[in-house]
C-alpha cells in the first residue's frame, strides 16, 4: 500500500477561483473526494480519515472551499452553498482527470455542512460510485431549532442582528463581520451546543494546525441555519452511507437518518457520542465502517448493498 506520506499539492479552477487540495495517489484505481464542513479546512477537516483511506490504496482528493483555507477568493471566511456545490463540482471532475483513477469508481465524503452538501452533489452525479455522509447537516431549520436549547436568548439575537448587519455590509463592499465557530452558552458564535464546543479538541488536538482560522462570517451562520439540503435524498441513485453519532446536538441525527429513509440506495451506521465523535473515541468505528462502504461499492461494485449491511454489526438497515 501506499505511505501515509505521500501526498502533493494540486490546484483546480473553480467559476473564478482557484481551490488548492492535498493528493494522495492511491493504487487501486478508485478516489474518494473530500471536503470538511461549514469554515473548517482540509487539514483539520479531512485528514485523519483521508490517511487512512489512502493507507488503504484509495486515492484521495481533499480540498477547501473557495474563500477558505488555501483556496482562492475574496472576501474571506464566507461559506455561499451554490460556491461550495460548484466547488465540489470542480472536484468531481479534476479527480477524474487523475492517473489512474476510473470514473465509475469516484467517491464523495462529507461531514457537518459538507456532509450535507453530498446530497446536493450526489443528486446531479448518478455515476458517483459511493456517497458518505458523516454527522451531516440536513435541516439547518430544524438542527437550529434544537440547538437554540443551548443559547440565551439575547444572544441569539445578537447573532441574528450581526447577521443581517453584515449582510447588509456585503452588499456594499465591507469586510466580513467574523464570529467563532463554537462559544459557551450567551457568546456571539456559530455553536453553542455542548459538543460543538468538542471541535477544537477533536480536529486541532494541541494547536497543530495553527493557521486554520476558527471563524465565520456571520452571514453564513445564518444562511447555514437555512439550509435543508436533506430534501435531495429523493434522487440519490449512488449507494449512500449516512454515518450518524447518536447523542448528536449539533446535527442532530434523528434528522440525518429521516433524511436516508427517503434514498433509495442509503445505509446509516451509527457510533456512539456526540458531532465530533468519529474523530474523537469513536474513529476506529467511523473509519472502520467507511472503509467497508469504500471497498465494498468502488472494488467491487457487484455486492448488494445488504452484503454491507451484514458485515457491519453497529448499523441500522434503511432498505
Request: hydrophobic share 40%.
Amino acid at each position: 500500500m501506499p505511505s501515509s506520506t505521500e501526498r502533493v499539492q494540486v490546484r483546480f479552477t473553480s467559476g473564478d477561483s482557484e481551490c488548492v487540495a492535498w493528493h494522495y495517489p492511491g493504487d487501486n484505481g478508485a478516489c474518494v473526494v473530500m471536503a470538511a464542513g461549514g469554515a473548517v479546512t482540509k487539514e483539520p477537516g479531512t485528514d485523519p480519515f483521508a490517511r487512512r483511506f489512502h493507507d488503504d490504496g484509495f486515492t484521495v482528493l481533499a480540498f477547501d472551499f473557495r474563500r477558505l483555507g488555501e483556496s482562492g477568493g475574496q472576501p474571506r471566511q464566507i461559506v455561499r452553498m451554490r460556491e461550495q456545490l460548484a466547488d465540489f463540482d470542480a472536484a468531481i471532475a479534476y479527480a477524474s482527470t487523475l492517473p489512474d483513477v476510473s470514473r465509475d469508481r469516484i467517491a464523495i465524503w462529507g461531514f457537518s455542512l459538507s456532509g450535507g452538501h453530498v446530497f446536493r452533489v450526489a443528486a446531479r452525479h448518478p455515476r458517483l460510485g459511493a456517497v458518505i455522509a458523516q454527522t451531516p447537516l440536513v435541516d439547518g431549520v430544524r438542527a437550529a431549532a434544537q440547538a437554540g436549547r443551548h443559547q440565551r436568548p439575547l444572544a441569539m439575537l445578537r447573532f441574528t442582528a450581526r447577521g443581517i448587519l453584515d449582510a447588509l455590509g456585503g452588499l456594499v463592499g465591507l469586510q466580513p463581520l467574523l464570529i467563532p465557530l463554537a462559544g459557551e452558552p450567551g457568546t456571539v458564535t456559530m455553536l453553542t451546543t455542548p459538543d460543538g464546543l468538542d471541535g477544537d479538541r477533536a480536529l486541532n488536538p494541541d494547536n497543530i494546525y495553527p493557521e486554520w482560522r476558527q471563524v465565520i462570517a456571520a452571514r453564513s451562520g445564518i444562511r447555514i441555519s437555512l439550509y435543508r439540503p436533506g430534501r435531495y435524498a429523493t434522487r440519490i441513485t449512488s449507494p449512500l452511507l449516512v454515518l450518524v453519532a447518536d447523542q448528536d446536538q449539533t446535527a442532530p441525527a434523528e434528522l440525518a437518518v429521516e433524511a436516508a429513509r427517503s434514498a433509495p440506495n442509503a445505509k446509516v451506521a451509527r457510533v456512539p457520542g456526540g458531532h465530533y465523535a468519529p474523530f474523537l473515541d469513536a474513529h476506529e468505528q467511523a473509519v472502520g465502517t467507511e472503509l467497508l462502504f469504500l471497498r465494498t461499492h468502488l472494488l467491487a461494485p457487484g455486492r448488494a448493498l445488504g452484503e454491507f449491511a451484514t458485515a457491519t454489526v453497529e448499523s441500522d438497515r434503511i432498505r
